[in-house]
């Protein structure tokens, strides 16, 4: 079982950049594939960016392509959603999710672990 505690998120400016980070517990961190996904009010929530356990894959939404980037330290236990070129319609809750497949899945259900989410507004 892993834990999982997003941080910082916060208010910027459209054009504007954040980096958000989760933060695991345990000590198998590094065999678990990491996700990013959001939602905002009213809508479902949606894959933002995933990475497998080795860093040698990753998958980005066609609306963040180009903008966001997603790493991992598995010596830290921590993965990052790099945010650059921020738009309005980025306001979102952001949050972490781990699961042991080997594919990275774009669809919430099969993510095992989510953590409690970090908000995200873009103003414009």
């Known amino acids: 079982q892993v834990q999982l505690v997003e941080s910082g998120g916060g208010l910027v400016q459209a054009g504007g950049s954040l980096r958000l980070s989760c933060a695991a517990s345990g000590r198998t961190f590094s065999s678990y594939g990491m996700g990013w996904f959001r939602q905002a009010p009213g809508k479902e929530r949606e894959f933002v960016a995933g990475i497998n356990r080795r860093s040698s894959s990753t998958v980005y939404a066609d609306s963040v392509k180009g903008r966001f980037t997603i790493s991992r330290d598995n010596a830290k236990n921590t993965v990052y959603l790099q945010m650059n070129s921020l738009k309005p319609e980025d306001t979102a809750v952001y949050y972490c999710?781990?699961?042991?497949?080997?594919?990275?899945?774009?669809?919430?259900?099969?993510?095992?672990?989510w953590g409690q989410g970090t908000q995200v507004t873009v103003s414009s």
């Open positions: 999710a781990a699961d042991q497949a080997t594919l990275i899945y774009t669809t919430p259900s099969r993510w095992d672990y």
